[in-house]
């Protein structure tokens, strides 16, 4: 439901920040609190869970490590908290080459990761991590923040994926800009 939220870090602990925005404080789960400064305003992208006992937000410094988490919580047996656990300890870069090279003794070093979870990690997911590991760009927030916005008007990563490098050339813009290129790109490559 929420793709990221943009607002000032209240407080922060070991897993968790919360973040005001507009008088509310949002708890997300959080593993890099190292990157948080109290009284500042950051952007943090979010994934919603609902169970039905429960309603959690989880939040990510970027939109890379939101992806790889989504991509590890589509593994049968791999739940949010474990995925949120395997991002705290380990780099995305590290893990995609992990998965990619199917080095399963790397991966059962992992948080409540064991040899059968290991093994359905790498089966599920091998392949098709390989276009995050080359978006490893780092991006300005504004082009992050349009990337985001793109993806909730419904566009799929890899299609966004395939305009950021043309959208990096005008590194000066505001999220308005970049969206307004992105869109336009977009409708270009599917000849509209």
Known sequence: MY?????????????????ENNGIGYYLSFVHPEKMALNKEVTIFTYQHVREDEISLFGFYSMEEKELFLSLISV???????????????????????????????LKRLPSIGSKAASQI??????????QDNDKLRLNQSLEDALAA?????????????IV???????????DEYVKR???LLLKKKGG
């Open 76 to 106: 049968k047996g791999v739940g949010p908290k474990t995925a949120l656990g395997i991002l705290a300890v380990t780099s995305v870069a590290d893990l995609i080459s992990a998965i990619e090279q199917e080095n399963i003794t790397m």
């Open 3 to 19: 793709a990221y939220i943009k607002g000032i870090v209240q407080s922060y602990g070991s897993n968790y920040v919360v973040l």
């Open 182 to 184: 992105g869109l336009q």
């Open 165 to 175: 490098e043309a959208l990096q050339e005008n590194n000066d813009s505001t999220v």
């Open 150 to 162: 793109l993806k909730t008007l419904g566009y799929k990563q890899r299609e966004i994926s395939g």
């Open 122 to 131: 790498i089966l599920d997911l091998k392949g098709k991590l390989v276009a």
